[in-house]
C-alpha cells in the first residue's frame, strides 16, 4: 500500500512539473503583463508616453472628472463613461443578434445527418478562424458608398445616391455582428449535439408545442453552450478594436480605440491603463455570471 | 401510440424557420469573404464595384512586391517559432494536467493556462507594450523582434493545448500500463506508445496556434516595433494608401494561407480515432 502511494506521488510530482513551464510561460507573458497595468493605472504619465513612478490616482478621477487647467478644481464629466456605456450596449446588442441567428444554425446543424452535419460544421470553423482583418476589410467593401451594395442600388435606380451606411453605428454593428457570429454557433452546437432526443419525443408525446418543446427542453438543456457562445461573443466585441477603427471611422469611438488611443497620440498610458483595468472588471463580472449561470444550468439539468 | 405520434410530428426535430436562418447565416457569412476574392481578378484601377473585366495581373504586382514578400516571410517566422514553442508547452501540459488523479492546484493550472482566451486582445497588445516597455527602462534590453515571438507563443498556447488535451482524454491508459508493465521507461512510453497515438492532436493543436499566431493584428500592432512588419500589419498599412485591387488579391492570399491550416486541423482532428 505504501509502495502504490509512493509511486502515486511520483506520478503526481511528474504531472505538476510537466505542467510547470506552460504555467509559467503564461504567467510570465500574459499575467504579469497585466499586474504592471495595474501598476501603471496608479502612476502619472511621463511628458512623451510611458509613466513617472509616483503614486496617484489621477487616472480613475479622471474618468468620471475633468481637471481644470487653472485651478485644478474638478467638474464631472461623462465624456469617457459615455463611451463605456456605449460599448456596453454595443456588446450586448451584437450578443443578443448572434444569438438570435445563431442558435438557429446550430440547432440546425445539429440535426443534419452525421455526414452532412460534419460539412456544416467545416463551413462554420473556416469563418471562425479567419483573418479578422480580412473579414473586416470585406464588410467595409459592401457597405462603402462606392460599394457593392450602394453601386447595385444606384443601378437599379432605387436611389439617387449613395446611402450612407459606412462610419455609423450601424456599420460597427453590422462589423461586430460579422466578426462574432461564429463564435456562437460553434459552442451552442456543441451542446445541441449532445442533446437526448428522446426528451424531445417525450414532450411531444405529452402534447408540448413546438414552441415549448424549444423553450422549456432544448433551451434549458443547452444552456451551457448558450451560455458559453454569449460570452465568446461578448467579451471580443465589448474589446473590440479594428472593428470600430475601419467600420467607425474613428469617430464613433469603442474603449478598446480609447485605450490604444491613449498608448498612442495621447500619450497617456496611466489613463489607458485604468481605462484597461475597469475593461477587465466587466469581463471578470462577465466570466463570474457564466460560471454561475453554468452551474444553475447543470443542476436544472 | 406510436403511429398516433408519427402522423401527428413526423419530424420530431423540425423548428419551422430555422433552416432558412442557417442557409441565410452562410450566405452572410461567405458572401463579403468571395467578393473580396473575385474583386481581386477586376481590371479596374481602383477599388469601385463597377466590373471592367477578368485579370490575374493583380496577383503579378502583389508577388513582384518586396514589402509584401518581407511582411509575409517575417508573419512566417514569428508564426513557426510561436507555433514550435507553444506547442511543445501545450504538449507537457495536457500531459500534466490529463489521465490520472488531478493533482492539487490543477485546476488553477487550468485555469491559468486559458487566462489568454478571456483577456480582450487590446489589453493584452497594452499590458505587453507596458511590460517590455518596462523591461527596457529597466535593463536597457530591446528584444527585436522576440517581443512577437514571445507574445504570440503566450497567447498561442492555449489554442494548442485545447486540442491536444481533447485527444488525450479520449485515449485509454491501457496501453501505457501495458508499456510499463514490459519495463518500458516513462520517456520510451512516452516515445513509442502515448506520442504516435497523440500526433493528430499536437498537429492540430499546432496547427490551429500557427492560424492564431499568422493572422493576429491587434497585440502585434501594439508591440511591434519600427521594421517589424508582419503581413497583417502590412495589408493594414495598405489601406491607408491608395486603394486598388492590389489589396484584395494580399487578402485572398492571405486567406488561403489561413485556409489551408484551417482545414489541415480540422481533418486531423475530426478523423476516426484510432
Redesign the interface.
Known amino acids: 500500500m505504501a509502495e502504490i502511494k509512493d509511486m502515486q506521488r511520483l506520478d503526481d510530482a511528474r504531472r505538476r512539473f510537466l505542467t510547470l513551464p506552460a504555467v509559467l510561460f503564461i504567467l510570465a507573458f500574459a499575467a504579469l503583463p497585466l499586474l504592471v497595468v495595474l501598476a501603471y493605472s496608479f502612476m502619472k504619465p511621463a511628458t512623451y508616453g510611458g509613466v513617472e513612478w509616483q503614486f496617484s490616482t489621477e487616472a480613475y478621477v479622471g474618468f468620471l472628472f475633468q481637471k481644470d487647467i487653472f485651478d485644478d478644481s474638478l467638474t464631472f464629466s461623462s465624456e469617457y463613461l459615455l463611451i463605456f456605456a456605449r460599448t456596453f450596449l454595443f456588446g450586448i446588442a451584437t450578443t443578443v443578434i448572434c444569438l438570435l441567428i445563431g442558435f438557429p444554425t446550430a440547432y440546425h446543424m445539429a440535426t443534419r445527418p452525421p455526414q452532412t452535419r460534419n460539412w456544416w460544421v467545416l463551413l462554420i470553423t473556416i469563418p471562425f478562424w479567419s483573418n479578422l482583418l480580412v473579414r473586416t476589410i470585406a464588410v467595409m467593401f459592401i457597405i462603402r458608398d462606392e460599394g457593392l451594395i450602394n453601386t447595385i442600388l444606384l443601378s437599379l435606380g432605387l436611389v439617387d445616391q449613395p446611402v450612407t451606411m459606412i462610419f455609423t453605428d450601424f456599420a460597427i454593428l453590422l462589423g461586430l455582428f460579422y466578426s462574432f457570429l461564429p463564435f456562437m454557433i460553434l459552442p451552442i452546437y456543441a451542446s445541441l449535439e449532445k442533446l437526448d432526443f428522446r426528451l424531445v419525443e417525450a414532450s411531444y408525446d405529452l402534447y408540448a408545442s413546438r414552441f415549448q418543446v424549444l423553450t422549456r427542453i432544448i433551451i434549458p438543456l443547452t444552456w451551457p453552450g448558450i451560455a458559453t457562445g454569449c460570452l465568446l461573443v461578448f467579451i471580443p466585441s465589448f474589446g473590440a478594436y479594428v472593428t470600430p477603427l475601419l467600420l467607425g471611422g474613428g469617430r464613433h469611438l469603442m474603449i478598446g480605440d480609447l485605450i490604444a488611443l491613449q498608448f498612442g497620440s495621447s500619450r497617456n498610458w496611466p489613463l489607458g491603463s485604468a481605462f484597461s483595468m475597469i475593461l477587465m472588471a466587466f469581463v471578470m463580472l462577465a466570466l463570474f455570471f457564466q460560471i454561475r449561470k453554468n452551474a444553475g444550468g447543470v443542476s436544472h439539468g | ?1 406510436a403511429d398516433v ?1 408519427a402522423i ?2 413526423p419530424d ?8 432558412f ?2 442557409g ?3 450566405a ?6 468571395l ?2 476574392i473575385a ?1 481581386s481578378f477586376n481590371s479596374a484601377n481602383n ?4 466590373w471592367h473585366g477578368f485579370t490575374s495581373n493583380w496577383y503579378n504586382v502583389v508577388l513582384a512586391n518586396t514589402e509584401f514578400y518581407d511582411s509575409t516571410i517575417l508573419s512566417l517566422i514569428v508564426a513557426a517559432a510561436a507555433t514550435l ?1 507553444s506547442t511543445v ?2 504538449t ?2 495536457a ?3 490529463t489521465r ?2 488531478p ?1 492539487r ?2 485546476g488553477s ?1 487550468y485555469l ?2 486559458t ?2 482566451l ?14 517590455f ?2 523591461l527596457s ?1 529597466v535593463t536597457g534590453i530591446d528584444l527585436g523582434i522576440w517581443k512577437l515571438i ?2 504570440h ?3 498561442c ?1 492555449p489554442f494548442a ?1 485545447l486540442p491536444i488535451r481533447a485527444r488525450l482524454e479520449g485515449m485509454d491508459t491501457t496501453l501505457d500500463n501495458a508499456a510499463a508493465d514490459l519495463y518500458a521507461t ?1 520517456w520510451k512510453t512516452f516515445r513509442y506508445v502515448t506520442m504516435p497515438l497523440l500526433v493528430p492532436g499536437i498537429s492540430s493543436g499546432a496547427a ?1 496556434a500557427f ?2 499566431s499568422f ?1 493576429d ?2 497585440i502585434t500592432q ?1 508591440i511591434a516595433g519600427p521594421g517589424e512588419t508582419t503581413l ?1 500589419l502590412y ?2 498599412g495598405r ?1 491607408r494608401r491608395t486603394l486598388t485591387p492590389e ?1 484584395n488579391a494580399m ?1 485572398t492570399l ?2 488561403l494561407i ?2 489551408a ?3 489541415l ?2 481533418i486531423l482532428s ?1 478523423r476516426r480515432r484510432a
Open positions: 401510440m405520434a401527428r410530428s420530431i426535430k423540425k423548428q419551422s424557420g430555422f433552416a436562418i442557417a441565410s447565416c452562410i452572410v457569412l461567405y458572401l463579403p469573404m467578393v473580396v474583386y477599388l469601385g464595384a463597377k514553442i508547452l501545450a507537457a501540459a500531459l500534466g494536467t490520472g488523479r493533482w492546484g490543477q493550472a491559468a493556462i487566462t489568454p478571456v483577456v480582450p486582445e487590446i489589453v493584452t497588445g497594452i499590458s505587453l507594450l507596458s511590460l516597455a518596462f527602462t514571445l507574445a507563443s503566450a497567447f498556447i493545448y516513462p490551429l492560424i492564431v493572422d493584428f491587434t501594439l497583417p495589408i493594414w489601406i489589396l487578402c492571405l486567406l489561413s485556409l491550416f484551417i482545414v486541423s480540422f475530426h
